[in-house]
């Protein structure tokens, strides 16, 4: 690992690495010289942000074990042992309230956000373990796994699950010199919650709830990101760091 301002060399594989948070990460990274594999479900737009950024495309199902499995090979035979992980690929599936939230929805959100961190973190501690990697991993965790929003319960508990798993894996990992950290952010402006175009009193709702008043972007997220990814946050592991605009302070 190297320290913020230069991954020079380091092989980050960004989950969710087409757009939003995933995609403003990977293009951070290779800007600061790492190799990446921009990892997406969507591989048509893997591969156009990975051929803008110069990094390597790979499609990627993250509730499908097999697609994880062959995914991680694929970057570690093109580019190198991995590094990073940087871990965004996630849904929020719909919503409603629990007695009437369809069971589909809840085993949806459930595979691609809980499943599939589990698989990532998984398959990525092996591949380093494997090549004696010191790597970090950085998991997308929500703010809504420590403050509830009525009609998110399904979500938001995929995440309160993530947070279980990644103190687990920094417990398990640390002795091999893997340190598992998450950014838990509040909401933020992607194609997939596409705020940007919301009616104002959709967005009235959350910027309320914010006392810094605005809905965060993904630049807003990834200095933090590219800090626990790198040496700089040597001793850090274990950590769920809200990027929130303040918003648990209203509970």
């Not at 920094?170 to 509040?186: F, T």
């Given at each position: 690992m190297t320290a913020v301002g230069s991954f020079d060399g380091v092989v980050a594989f960004v989950t969710g690495g087409a757009g939003g948070i995933g995609g403003a990460v990977a293009t951070a990274l290779a800007e600061r010289g790492a190799k990446v594999a921009v990892a997406d479900l969507n591989e048509e737009a893997a591969k156009a942000h990975a051929d803008k950024i110069g990094g390597l495309a790979v499609g990627l199902d993250v509730g499908d074990a097999d697609s994880v499995a062959a995914a991680v090979k694929t970057a570690t035979d093109a580019l190198g042992p991995i590094g990073v992980l940087v871990h965004t690929a996630g849904i929020v599936g719909g919503g409603g309230p629990l007695n009437g939230l369809p069971v589909e929805v809840f085993d949806t959100v459930s595979r691609v956000n809980f499943r599939g961190t589990f698989l990532i973190t998984q398959a990525v501690a092996n591949a380093m373990i494997a090549a004696g990697t010191k790597g970090a991993m950085v998991h997308i965790s929500s703010a809504g796994a420590f403050s509830p929003t009525p009609g998110l319960g399904h979500y938001e508990a995929t995440k309160a699950g993530m947070n279980a798993l990644i103190?687990?894996?920094?417990?398990?990992?640390?002795?091999?010199?893997?340190?598992?950290?998450?950014?838990?952010?509040?909401?933020?402006?992607?194609?997939?919650?596409?705020?940007?175009?919301?009616?104002?009193?959709?967005?009235?709702?959350?910027?309320?709830?914010?006392?810094?008043?605005?809905?965060?972007?993904p630049a807003d997220l990834v200095p933090q990101i590219l800090l626990l990814a790198s040496a700089d946050a040597r001793h850090i592991t274990g950590t769920i760091l809200p990027v929130d605009g303040g918003q648990l302070l209203k509970g």
């Open positions: 103190r687990s894996a920094a417990l398990e990992l640390a002795e091999h010199g893997i340190r598992v950290n998450a950014v838990a952010p509040g909401p933020v402006d992607t194609p997939m919650t596409n705020f940007s175009a919301a009616p104002p009193e959709a967005l009235a709702f959350w910027t309320e709830r914010i006392p810094l008043g605005r809905i965060a972007t």
